[in-house]
């Protein structure tokens, strides 16, 4: 009887046994534990940031109030796909918001599917923010190892505007998402050679556009600096992978502009933000040079200079308003690219720890420069998107700098460590001083500051001194405390109130237009169920007593004084209060009319709709000065009966207001109890 052989073990193209395929408890055994490569602690501590990223970012979510003008925009949405695809900020799509819409599709689906809410807007920005976290985690740690990847996603955690945007609708956790799989897409192209993933890589950056336009472009310098530099190729390949990347990036970024120019302007919303109706108009102005230029610009629709981060220059992100938010790790993660940078001087073209630390560096310093000079409108939430990057070079260069320390190999370079965490031991006392008067919170994290941050200079000199390894790794322990301590302290302040909705922020007010909020509060969605008329009192969230989170201290007053839809603009033609008694009107003698009213601005429109739940017309946009609604348009929705009220005041801005004004003086019918309100038609 013959028996067969068993069958040889597979093996690989160069002629090695395969290993066999880990088993399904061995895998889910993994996922708690790590590969055995890793230390035995690594994994755990991976989970434990992303179940404090969690809770930071979901913490008593019910609370958070988000942003009324993108929650509107989500609503009208969810009752109209036409409203969905372009970003209308109504049902009846007269208007859309100023930005593309990939951040209202996100939010928007996970409502069609859950029902509208407050966790149902939230449920994608908790996840991918914890996402950007574990994403970060991952790029680092392919590189540089457990520790530094440890170090950056505990400071990408812990970084406070992060945190304070996070728990809000505006679409900055999408972008920073994006951005991140176009980083980590890129440097797989970078080390591989592959051209789909540097395709890929322009996909993501292509719908980061589509969530706020040129602002996803400014890492690009850098992404095509690496590839071009460090990818394993040969320079003509390089150049012809770059041409084909760049088309992907393109197509992926212009579809949905192209496709929306071409559609006649009769068939689809106004553009909110642009001067000519147009979103290439919106991309090279509004959302392009005007907010690097100001009200200098001279190419499309201008950001209007508003600051709510101080005066542009070199030291805005240091200043009373921006500090707290993002500089406590910078002059850390300067240095620590500039040693990191040396002590990999002599690497080959292709090295790869060198191209990471030039992507971080490049994400890290663009960012800087754009947000700091930028004249034109600026809010402290736009630098969440530079967080990757301070946060990776304090992870990386944390670690190279503690190895050239200890190996006592890398000249002067080995002294760096030192100084640099005296250096940023005293920024962080420095800003913790600032608002030592704000809160107990504040003063033990100033203490624990300056403490930790004494034990780990001196530690690091003895260890240095002694030879004494261990007393090194616990002064090194101490400097991560001591930097972190500060960002920690505005983190849980932030986790801890609801944020205002139109300029999320953490920490204690510091004054001035950066200090907790700007324009317009916050109207909480209505639970599942959506908006449902309600009573207009208390809608912004508050937050828990004692708090001195600038955000909740900021909250819009007209929210809590029975005024929901406030409508304070800036010089539109609606300078009025819109009343809950008056959207009960409204809603009484709607007379199937599409639209409920017509008013100035996007604020005021936003929150009638979240209240009311029907669609309202945005005349002017943001400002109240997009040329939106003319005299003929009125007239047509008057005759057709698709709009019966509108409110106007004595302001007014632009003729064409002042035109819409007179008209409706004349030939509608005040509403005597409503100031402002006239019934046409």
């Known amino acids: 009887m013959t028996t067969l052989a068993p069958p040889p073990p597979p093996t690989t193209k160069d002629g090695r046994h395969r290993a066999a395929p880990p088993a399904a408890s061995s895998r889910l055994r993994g996922l708690f534990t790590g590969p055995p490569e890793d230390p035995r602690w690594a994994r755990p501590a991976l989970w434990a940031i992303l179940v404090l990223a969690t809770a930071l970012y979901a913490w008593n979510m019910s609370s958070i109030s988000g942003n009324t003008f993108y929650n509107a925009a989500v609503y009208s949405g969810t009752k109209s796909w036409k409203a969905f695809f372009f970003g209308a900020l109504d049902a009846g799509s007269f208007i859309t918001v100023d930005k593309p819409p990939f951040a209202l599709w996100v939010m928007g689906l996970s409502a069609r599917v859950f029902g509208y809410g407050t966790w149902q807007l939230m449920l994608p920005m908790v996840a991918l923010g914890t996402g950007s976290v574990a994403l970060l985690y991952r790029m680092v740690k392919r590189d540089f190892g457990a520790v530094a990847a440890t170090i950056a996603a505990l400071a990408l955690t812990l970084t406070p505007i992060t945190v304070a945007l996070t728990r809000d609708t505006n679409p900055d956790p999408v972008l920073v998402f994006l951005m991140l799989l176009g980083a980590a897409a890129l440097m797989k192209a970078v080390r591989t050679g592959r051209l789909l993933p540097l395709v890929w890589s322009g996909v993501a950056i292509g719908f980061a556009f589509n969530t706020k336009m040129m602002q996803a472009y400014v890492v690009l310098p850098v992404f095509f600096l690496v590839y071009l530099w460090a990818a394993q190729l040969g320079l003509g390949r390089r150049i012809r992978n770059l041409a084909v990347g760049t088309v992907a990036l393109v197509v992926s970024s212009a579809w949905w502009m192209v496709v929306v120019d071409l559609i006649p302007a009769s068939s689809r919303p106004y553009i909110g933000g642009s001067t000519d109706n147009t979103v290439w108009d919106l991309v090279i102005g509004y959302n392009g040079f005007g907010r690097i230029f100001g009200a200098s610009s001279s190419v499309g629709s201008q950001g209007n200079g508003a600051s709510f981060g101080g005066e542009a220059g070199l030291y805005r992100l240091f200043n009373s308003i921006m500090g707290g938010q993002i500089s406590w790790l910078i002059p850390f993660a300067l240095v620590a690219l500039i040693g990191g940078l040396v002590l990999r001087g002599r690497a080959p073209r292709t090295d790869a720890k060198r191209a990471a630390l030039l992507l971080w560096g490049g994400w890290f310093v663009l960012h800087y420069l754009t947000f700091a000079l930028a004249e034109g409108t600026f809010h402290p939430y736009y630098v969440t998107a530079m967080a990757p990057g301070i946060a990776a070079l304090a992870g990386i260069g944390g670690v190279m700098l503690y190895r050239a320390f200890r190996e006592r190999a890398a000249g002067k370079w080995g002294w760096v460590l030192p100084a640099a965490v005296a250096g940023s031991t005293v920024w962080a006392v420095v800003l913790l001083h600032r608002v030592s008067g704000s809160g107990a919170l504040y003063t033990v994290a100033e203490v624990v500051a300056g403490v930790a941050g004494a034990v780990a200079v001196i530690g690091l000199l003895l ?101 929901s839809a406030s409508g304070r603009t800036a010089g539109g033609m609606g300078d009025t209060q819109v009343s809950s008694a008056m959207i009960t009107y409204l809603k009484k003698h709607q007379d199937g009319a599409t639209w409920l009213v017509a008013v100035a601005t996007d604020q005021t429109a936003s929150s009638i709709i979240l209240e009311s739940g029907e669609p309202v017309i945005s005349m002017g946009g943001w400002s109240g000065s997009d040329n939106a609604m003319t005299l003929a348009k009125l007239k047509s929705l008057v005759k ?17 207001n002042s035109e819409i004004s007179t008209w409706v003086k004349k030939n509608g019918t005040a509403v005597s109890a409503y100031s402002g309100l006239y019934r046409l038609g």
Do not use: C, E
């Not at 007010?509 to 109207?523: A, H, V």
């Open 640 to 656: 057709s009966g698709k709009l019966h009220y509108i409110v106007v005041s004595d302001s007014g801005q632009g003729s064409s």
């Open 463 to 563: 260890g240095r001194f002694t030879g004494r390894q261990r007393l090194t790794g616990i002064a090194a322990l101490a400097a991560v405390v001591a930097l972190l301590a500060g960002p920690a302290a505005y983190s849980a302040s932030a986790a801890g109130s609801s944020t205002n909705g139109t300029n999320p922020t953490a920490g204690p007010s510091t004054g001035g237009m950066g200090g907790g909020g700007g324009m317009g509060g916050g109207q909480r969605p209505s639970g599942s169920g959506g908006p449902s008329g309600g009573t207009g009192t208390s809608n912004s969230g508050s937050a828990p007593s004692g708090s001195s989170s600038s955000s909740s201290s900021s909250s819009s007053s007209s929210q809590s004084t029975g005024q």
